[in-house]
């Protein structure tokens, strides 16, 4: 049996590779389970300092859930027990690893599949790339983060129109509406990608960690408290062997060597 997940250890990175392209890379109990795993050995590695996630094959980066593994259950399945078991801890655990995480968008990106896509620090997509949250045509409400992302990213009245309309968005439209960092041509995707993971592997984990933390928080904090949380958060990378490496090169003018090391 084919692995549903690919992984494949690079110099300071990993690529992950969601691997069901007959089924467009969607992804069921088992499937997240593998992921989450998969997540996990990422972090236990010290060598592994950022991760790409893509899907195989050029029809879509992932779907969103199998809808096929449902079977029989439709309408009489609780759905929030499998969001609770499944779907948040692969959302939670995503927004929290503890490394920076790149997503390479190939084809669609659908449902959870465009949760999981934009729940990445940096998403680049090929030029053919589509994102889409379709949970209203089967009368469903956007999960695994999709509502929080796209609010926080594209804005409430985008957000609406994506997820109650359920019309794809161009890789275009997303570059412009603040959903991506970048669009490249499909033949130079991964290469891209993989240029931007390697490049994140060789910098300051932790302050980028830190980095991420007091971004997302934002949108909540009045100014003052987001003050104070990048006064904290200064005092925390301050202490890193990261930072002293970086005035060190600096008054030295050579390039620096960043571990990634916590204080």
């Known amino acids: ?84 078991q499944s779907w948040n801890p692969l959302a939670r655990r995503l927004h929290g690893l503890a490394m920076p995480t790149i997503c390479a968008v190939n084809g669609m990106a659908a449902g959870a599949g465009a949760s999981i896509a934009l729940g990445c620090d940096i998403v680049i997509a090929g030029q053919s790339a589509r994102f889409l949250q379709a949970f209203a045509r089967i009368g469903l409400v956007p999960d695994c983060g999709g509502t929080f992302h796209l609010a926080q990213l594209a804005g409430q009245a985008r957000a609406r129109g994506m997820a109650m309309l359920a019309e794809p968005v161009d890789a275009a439209t997303a570059l412009a509406w603040g959903l991506i960092w970048a669009v490249v041509p499909d033949a130079e995707l991964m290469a891209e990608a993989e240029r ?26 009045d100014f003052d408290t987001q003050l104070d949380l990048e006064r904290d958060s200064q005092r925390e990378a301050g202490f890193t062997p990261d930072h002293a490496e970086g005035v060190r090169a600096f008054l030295e003018k050579r390039a620096p060597v960043f571990t990634g090391r916590p204080a």
């Open 196 to 221: 931007l993971a390697a490049r994140l592997s060789t910098m300051p984990t932790q302050a980028l960690l830190l980095t991420r933390r007091a971004i997302a928080a934002a949108a909540a904090n």
């Open 1 to 84: 049996m084919n692995e549903t997940i690919l992984v494949q250890p690079r110099a300071g990175y990993r690529v992950v590779t969601l691997n069901r392209p007959e089924r467009m890379n969607a992804l069921d109990r088992d499937t997240i389970a593998r992921l989450l795993a998969v997540f996990d050995e990422a972090e236990a590695d010290p060598g592994c300092r950022a991760l790409l996630l893509t899907g195989a094959g050029d029809r879509a980066f992932c779907s969103g859930a199998d809808l096929s593994a449902i079977g029989g259950e439709i309408g009489t399945r609780d759905l929030g027990e499998s969001i609770a």
